[in-house]
């Protein structure tokens, strides 16, 4: 599975900004698509998952009520739809691919393909 992250970009504080990750390589099906992010001198971080076989999201603490996981089968595209944005979201965002079956795979050690990350910057 290759994935290439995008979307990313310079927002003010509030702002909203959709980002995408177009995955090509075999059916998704199998698969829990997720979303990391790291800022500078930190961890990667947990944001959101989905289940691409029936959409089942997943969200970390930062995420929460702020963002929203979606995708599109038909284009093989996982999104990360962010709302009211801060400057504590400035990160690289990644996407992620964890071969999973019907399990939910979202810690940073499972995944299995990454993309090269999309930079989002959130200025006050």
């Not at 599975?1 to 995408?20: E, F, M, P």
């Not at 009211?84 to 999973?100: F, G």
């Amino acid at each position: 599975v290759q994935l290439q992250a995008s979307g990313g970009g310079l927002v003010q504080a509030g702002a909203s900004l959709r980002l995408s990750c177009a995955a090509s390589g075999p059916t998704l099906s199998s698969y829990t698509m997720n979303w990391f992010r790291q800022a500078p001198g930190k961890e990667r971080e947990f944001v959101a998952a989905i289940r691409w076989n029936d959409g089942s999201p997943w969200y970390g603490d930062a995420a929460k009520g702020r963002f929203t996981i979606a995708k599109d089968n038909a284009k093989n595209t996982l999104y990360l739809n962010m709302n009211r944005l801060k400057p504590d979201d400035t990160a690289v965002y990644y996407c992620a691919a964890a071969l999973a079956g019907d399990q939910i795979v979202i810690s940073y050690g499972g995944m299995d393909y990454w993309g090269k990350g999309t930079q989002v910057t959130v200025s006050s």
